[in-house]
């Protein structure tokens, strides 16, 4: 929902790559040991596509005519180091502690995309800066869990459009929550493309002035409230699968590190707290029942994956993450006649202590699971 | 007053403001009577109250009933939300740790910056910089509490649920509660940052149930002090019962040990009341209309017929419904509370009333001989029943002070059993 999310995720990243990255500091490497990138506006040439462990050095050069940034990307695209901003003409030297294994060289013309890459294998030996594999192994896997949400949202989410298309109003209604699921459950991934969301999930007083409206709040309202679907409906139906298409051809590439990962989950927690407990997210259908379960479950896969790291370091924290998971799932499930099925109780339904109740309940969890972050990265 | 009684539209009822007759009759007997406070130190000491130094936490009694009466409150009630005895006594215990800190002027925990950046502070921050500015922290435990963690027949015969008094209008989301925290202090921001820190590490097992922020304190326990006004204007509390007056403390306010049950000796019991004002109709109230209601003259604060304000009251003197000659206790064969009010605004509501009044707050040995008689004759006959509401409503029971540094909120209930 909000393009704020984007610099939260990047200012944990780039707290976590610390730890993990020896960036620009002291340079011992000889000249002929170090790559040579030249960077343009549509190539990204190296000199070599294979380096010992260690501090490996890169020689970039910006023959483009733009701003450029340069990376060294694990496999999984988590940024090994970085430089950003390097103006055309100009030259930089990179250096990073590298350990073996498969990376990939990244060049960004305007610093954008998901830029030109090549391969560089880095062989064995050498000093290296130390990882967790089983951190690797749950950001891979959220990965997996992230492309999965999207591929399967596509489908649901033309369901979705056909029926608007078809100008069945019921069909529309019944759709629309189910289309939103795989979304609401990997938001904070989602957010991270921060064009795409604005023009999918954005509701009608989050606009900016001469922003066009679209998405599915929009088409939320046409079904609920003026109750009619009309030929701009449709063209916004459209609209929105294109979109969500895009997502999908993205979400794969998302930067992911393990406390993105937890911070996002905490995320998926304040989106509850601030747009579904209070009714106002999907305040026409009143559907909000279905993402807020989503919310809880995206987080939950994101914890899952992060536990046994977290159950290491701070046993006691996931111990009572454990509990108030399963609390609040108990609590969502009293709204919905089937655990099976995501038919929840209509949220205009559920009464001020209702309301409250899972406030509260969500706040029982949000609490420790802000600690999450800490407790992978200790 | 008395014609509106019983009709819907203009409900209301009330006791509170001005129990300060209640105050001057107690004045008047314990005059002189001033000793040396059960508590340690010397946070007693009125001039204490300029420096915004820290009030010492530990003692016999909790700190934030007799010590001197701040400018400032936060009130908090919660729910409990864990089923789970150990995990409530665990947080009673780091609620204890974060309260001696706080009341300190030190942060929570490890503080609120310098420590991993991937986390948030155990502190939350807005109080850094400000000195203690006499902060107190008081717990109490409501009558609900005692249906929890098996705890029943450990309820006092003396925290009742208090009756339905007429012209109530209680809002549910402004009454009850299983626990509260009162916070007092000089800074409104260090009261808030201690509310807002304790629901934080409660979270989970307790959760916030209703709130109150509260200022202009509107009775005093240092009776050197210039009496305070309520928003109606008139001075209030000019004999409430001083923190130096041991006699009167120990026969009106702290529980004793005949008194039962045991791990209330050395407590008090709280009758907390959110009682709305009709700010605008009493605006437009004539001045003499004011006076009567009250009883005494708004300028001077003098009684009917008096020249003073500590002037002793004659209260044949006053109108049969004046507030002060019924809430006095000679009215009310010698109730006497320790009041702890504050004034709040809420804003305005959607009407564009001010939503304002007295976030009433009385301490008592025993809520059966206090609050609750003086209430029901005030709730029947007192003229300033036309311009207030009672609008919130709750009690509880308030353990002995924490003794020291080993020591925590709610031991002498908790403990026992365990």
């Known amino acids: 929902m909000r393009a704020v999310r984007l610099t939260v995720t990047a200012a944990a990243t780039a707290a976590a790559l610390t730890a993990l990255s020896a960036c620009t500091a002291k340079s011992d490497a000889k000249d002929g040991d170090a790559i040579q990138v030249t960077a343009a506006d549509s190539t990204c040439k190296t000199s070599s596509t294979s380096v010992p462990a260690g501090q490996v050095t890169l020689k970039i050069e910006n023959k483009g005519s733009k701003a450029t940034e340069v990376e060294i990307l694990f496999p999984d695209d988590r940024i090994v180091s970085e430089k950003e901003n390097i103006g055309p003409g100009t030259r930089y030297t990179l250096t990073a502690e590298v350990k073996a294994g498969s990376y990939e060289i990244a060049c960004r013309p305007g610093m954008k995309g998901h830029g030109v890459r090549q391969k560089l294998t880095v062989t064995g030996g050498g000093s290296t800066a130390k990882r967790d594999p089983q951190l690797d192994t749950a950001v891979a896997q959220y990965r997996t869990y992230a492309q999965d949400q999207a591929d399967e949202t596509l489908p649901k989410a033309e369901a979705f459009v056909k029926a608007v298309k078809d100008g069945d109003l019921d069909a529309a209604k019944k759709a629309y929550g189910l289309s939103r699921l795989g979304w609401e459950r990997t938001e904070p991934v989602a957010e991270s493309f921060g064009d795409i969301d604005p023009k999918v999930d954005v509701r009608e007083d989050g606009l900016d002035a001469g922003q066009k409206w679209t998405g599915w709040h929009r088409l939320e309202k046409a079904l609920w409230h003026d109750k009619k679907i009309g030929a701009e409906e449709k063209a916004l139906a459209d609209q929105l699968l294109k979109d969500l298409k895009d997502w999908q051809g993205r979400v794969g590439k998302a930067e992911i590190t393990p406390t993105s990962m937890a911070n996002g989950a905490k995320e998926l927690l304040d989106e509850v707290a601030t747009g579904k407990v209070t009714g106002e997210e999907d305040r026409y259908a009143h559907t909000d029942l279905v993402d807020f379960k989503g919310n809880v479950e995206g987080a939950q896969k994101a914890y899952e994956l992060l536990r046994p790291v977290a159950a290491k370091n701070d046993p006691a924290l996931t111990k009572e993450l454990d509990k108030q998971f399963a609390a609040l799932d108990t609590l969502l499930d009293k709204y919905r006649s089937d655990k099976a099925t995501y038919d929840f109780v209509s949220y205009d339904k559920v009464t001020e202590d209702q309301r409250k109740e899972l406030s509260d309940a969500v706040n029982a969890l949000a609490e420790p699971l802000s600690k999450l972050a800490a407790a992978v990265v200790k | ?418």
């Not at chain 2, 008094?165 to 009850?176: E, K, M, Q, S, Y």
């Not at chain 2, 009010?341 to 009385?362: C, H, I, K, N, P």
């Not at chain 2, 008689?373 to 002070?401: C, K, M, T, W």
């Open chain 2, 1 to 418: 007053m008395t014609e509106t009684q019983g009709t819907q539209t203009t409900p209301s009822r009330r006791a509170l403001i001005g129990w300060g007759g209640a105050g001057l009759a107690l004045g008047a007997a314990a005059a002189g009577g001033a000793v040396a406070m059960a508590r340690a130190g010397n946070d007693m000491d009125p001039a204490a109250a300029e420096t915004g130094g820290a009030v010492e936490f530990h003692g016999a009694h909790q700190a934030g009933i007799a010590t001197p009466v701040q400018d400032r409150l936060h009130f908090a009630a919660f729910d409990v939300k864990t089923e789970d005895r150990d995990e409530f006594v665990q947080m009673l215990k780091d609620w204890t740790e974060a309260a001696r800190r706080m009341t300190a002027g030190k942060a929570v925990g490890e503080g609120a910056y310098g420590g991993l950046a991937e986390a948030p502070p155990d502190d939350t921050g807005e109080a850094l910089g400000l000195k203690p500015s006499r902060l107190t922290l008081t717990i109490g435990f409501g009558p609900s509490l005692f249906d929890k963690f098996g705890l029943a027949d450990q309820r006092p015969e003396a925290l009742v649920d208090l009756p339905k008094f007429p012209g109530d209008n209680l809002d549910r989301f402004r009454t009850g509660g299983d626990l509260c925290v009162q916070a007092c202090s000089d800074d409104p921001q260090v009261a808030v940052h201690a509310i807002r820190n304790l629901a934080r590490i409660g979270f989970g097992k307790v959760a916030i149930r209703w709130s109150q922020l509260g200022f202009g304190k509107t009775s005093s326990t240092t009776p050197d002090a210039q009496t305070p006004r309520n928003l109606m204007g008139f001075k209030d509390g000019t004999r409430n019962i001083a923190g130096t007056e041991t006699d009167r403390l120990k026969k009106f306010v702290w529980v004793g040990g005949e008194d039962g049950p045991d791990w209330m000796t050395g407590g008090s019991y709280l009758v907390a009341r959110r009682i709305r004002m009709h700010i605008e109709t009493w605006d437009r109230t004539p001045l003499q209309e004011q006076e009567d209601i009250f009883g005494r003259d708004k300028g001077e604060g003098a009684p009917v017929g008096k020249a003073k304000e500590h002037d002793e009251p004659f209260l044949k003197a006053m109108k049969p419904d004046a507030h002060v000659r019924l809430a006095h206790p000679d009215s009310n064969n010698g109730i006497t509370i320790l009041r702890r009010g504050y004034s709040f605004t809420d804003g305005t509501d959607g009407m564009g009333r001010l939503d304002a009044g007295l976030f009433f707050l009385a301490y008592q040995r025993d809520v059966r001989k206090g609050f609750i008689p003086l209430q029901r004759n005030l709730a029947a006959h007192d003229a300033l029943n036309e311009y207030i509401q009672h609008v919130g409503s709750a009690v509880f029971a308030i353990p002995p002070g924490v003794r020291d540094s080993d020591d925590w909120w709610g031991r002498t209930l908790f403990s026992k059993e365990a």
